[in-house]
């Protein structure tokens, strides 16, 4: 966490749900939710399968609507804004399904992330001193991610780790101040989780990150606040420590999860 993040919360929140819900017809996915998340702060929900932490994430963003509810982001109003609007305003995202052009190149990735995140779209006849800032861009993400020496290579022929981190890349590479990222580290081996936690780590520097992930050795090494989300509702948000010994999460979650692992 930085220095900011750490002295006072009195601040606009970075992101701020208010008694979000969200229906799926008749179904109530989404109960009311309450979550904020502090400027610079390293934030995780967890929670049980199918408790409703994706959809938080589509509705924060833009990607489908609440049913109502208010989602702020610095204490701008999102709701009823499209994905590429929220996404402009400084929130970019990363999904649970890897998000990524497999005929493209790496950098081409990231190139296509810059220029989308400015709204250049494919509109390459802008200016080219424009187009070299973009460039560098790309390349200072790509040296980032450790993947220089794949620089050419087409993002599909990566390996599922380097993927994932291309996807975070792509997710920094438009300069966006919030980041959210969904399971991270899903289906990767110790050695590999090791490395996308420093990635994470090193890339939600100076951001403020709100990430769903599974793997407790991950949320506990890394978030400085976690909220624990039970269907479709919020039940506690704490720091780490204070979630671990909360009985209430025991018993809804972190008990069988923690048991699970032991
Ligand atoms: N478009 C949709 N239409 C209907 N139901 C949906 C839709 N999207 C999600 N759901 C349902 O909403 C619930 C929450 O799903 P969601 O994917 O948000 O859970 P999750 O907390 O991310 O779970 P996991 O940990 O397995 O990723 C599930 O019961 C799911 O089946
Ligand atoms: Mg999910």
Same mark, same amino acid.
């Given at each position: 966490?930085n220095?900011? %993040?750490r002295t006072?919360h %009195? ?11 969200k ?5 109530a996915?989404?109960?009311?939710l309450?979550l904020?998340?502090?400027p ?7 929670g +049980?399968? $199918?408790? &409703?932490?994706? =959809? #938080? ?5 833009? /990607? ?9 982001l610095? $204490?701008?109003?999102?709701t &009823?804004?499209? +994905? ?6 400084g ?5 649970q ?6 005929? @493209?190149?790496?950098?081409?990735n990231?190139?296509c992330?810059? @220029?989308?995140?400015? $709204?250049h779209?494919?509109?390459?006849w ?5 187009? !070299?800032?973009?460039a ?9 991610? &450790?993947?220089? /020496?794949?620089r ?6 990566l390996?599922? %780790?380097e993927?994932r ?8 590479? $438009?300069?966006?101040?919030v980041?959210?990222?969904?399971? +991270?580290?899903?289906?990767?081996s ?10 994470? /780590? ?5 951001r =403020? @990150?709100?990430m769903?992930?599974?793997d407790?050795?991950?949320?506990f090494?890394?978030?400085d ?11 506690a ?8 010994e909360?009985? /209430?999460v025991?018993? !809804?979650?972190?008990?069988?999860? #923690?048991?699970?692992?032991?």
């Amino acid at each position: 966490m930085n220095a900011d %993040a750490r002295t006072s919360h %009195a601040g606009t929140p970075a992101l701020a749900l208010h008694d979000v819900k969200k229906n799926f017809g008749q179904t109530a996915i989404i109960r009311g939710l309450n979550l904020t998340v502090h400027p610079g702060e390293r934030h995780a929900v967890i929670g +049980p399968n $199918g408790a &409703g932490k994706s =959809t #938080m994430f589509h509705l924060v963003s833009g /990607r489908i609507p609440v049913s109502s509810g208010s989602i702020q982001l610095h $204490g701008r109003e999102l709701t &009823g804004m499209p +994905p590429y609007e929220i996404n402009r305003l400084g929130l970019s995202r990363s999904f649970q399904i890897t998000n990524i052009f497999h005929n @493209l190149s790496v950098y081409e990735n990231l190139r296509c992330a810059v @220029l989308w995140s400015q $709204g250049h779209g494919y509109a390459f006849w802008k200016r080219l001193s424009r187009l !070299a800032d973009v460039a560098e861009r790309a390349e200072e993400v790509l040296e980032r991610l &450790g993947l220089q /020496r794949r620089r050419n290579t087409p993002a599909g022929l990566l390996t599922y %780790a380097e993927q994932r981190a291309l996807e975070i890349g792509i997710t920094i590479a $438009g300069g966006a101040k919030v980041i959210l990222l969904d399971e +991270p580290t899903a289906g990767m081996s110790r050695h590999e989780t090791d490395r996308v936690v420093e990635l994470i /780590r090193t890339v939600s520097e100076g951001r =403020t @990150l709100l990430m769903v992930e599974h793997d407790m050795s991950v949320v506990f090494g890394l978030a400085d606040r976690i909220s624990v989300l039970v269907y479709g509702e919020v039940i506690a948000s704490d720091t780490p420590q204070r979630i671990r010994e909360n009985p /209430r999460v025991q018993e !809804a979650y972190l008990g069988a999860v #923690m048991e699970a692992h032991a």
